[in-house]
């Protein structure tokens, strides 16, 4: 079989292809630029990307809709399972995109399995917190509310066996890591890790003084502490028998991206 890998160089897409090319399957490693083009906005790049597959990772970046006429066309050309990475609590958080995204695949009509994950570990090394890393200060005002960051490669092992195994059909799943962290706490562990001082501010005061702090994103961020602190689940260990990677081996690992 053939797997189309949507976002493939993006944290999530490009471990789900190394992922299934490690067990001899065949991918469609598919991004904006590249080899095998996919663009949202572009439907003429769909045909192409969907052709000879059997299923399909699907992703589109922040801000980017999954297009209803992409999952219609993949059906119509056989595709038989696809996998959604979403976020968890979209309802409580009103991510209205991504809601609409898993009303869609779960109307495809075709084998489904929506992954929801929380905040990326990755995000501290690869995505838009690491400049804040590097320069030994990170804002977010999300005062101590404990999250359950969870790596990027347990996020694609749990896709992978959607894609590859039987009994995911109409399941969604929440995927944490394995225990709840404040970021003043994943800070610490980063120093510990760098032998850097990072220190962490999680007020909105200091968070609407940062340059692009908008008042619409410092609501986003307040909207989320109703939620209280996150409970990590067991998803990682159920779905692939393994345990789920633990923040301090994630930084053991990511030190030399912020030294």
């Not at 225990?179 to 800070?187: I, R, S, V, Y």
């Not at 909105?204 to 689940?233: C, I, K, R, S, W």
Request: proline share 7%; aromatic share 8%.
């Amino acid at each position: 079989m053939t797997v189309l890998v949507l976002g493939s160089t993006g944290s999530t897409g490009r471990r789900v292809a190394d992922q299934l090319r490690s067990r001899d399957i065949a991918v469609r490693a598919a991004s904006r630029s590249g080899p095998d083009v996919f663009d949202w906005s572009r439907p003429d790049t769909w045909a192409a990307a969907l052709d000879g597959v059997r299923a399909v990772y699907v992703m589109a970046p922040d801000g980017v809709p999954v297009d209803p006429a992409f999952i219609t066309q993949a059906a119509e050309t056989g595709i038989e399972r696809l996998v959604l990475l979403s976020t968890m609590h979209p309802e409580e958080i009103g991510d209205d995109r991504l809601l609409a995204a898993e009303t869609t695949i779960r109307n495809s009509g075709l084998e489904w399995t929506v992954v929801r994950a929380h905040w990326f570990n990755q995000n501290f090394d690869e995505g838009f917190f690491l400049p804040a890393i590097q320069a030994g200060r990170l804002v977010v005002p999300l005062a101590d509310q404990r999250q359950a960051f969870v790596d990027a490669a347990d996020i694609a092992a749990v896709a992978v066996e959607a894609l590859l195994g039987d009994g995911h059909h109409a399941q969604t799943y929440e995927v944490t890591g394995p225990d709840p962290l404040t970021f003043a706490e994943a800070c610490a562990i980063i120093s510990a890790a760098t032998g850097r001082d990072i220190q962490y501010d999680g007020t909105p005061e200091a968070y609407l003084a940062t340059p692009g702090a908008t008042q619409e994103t410092l609501d986003f961020f307040l909207n989320q502490l109703h939620l209280g602190d996150a409970v990590p689940t067991n998803t990682v260990q159920h779905v692939t028998g393994r345990p789920a990677i633990p923040f301090p081996t994630y930084a053991k690992a990511a030190a030399p991206a912020w030294t």
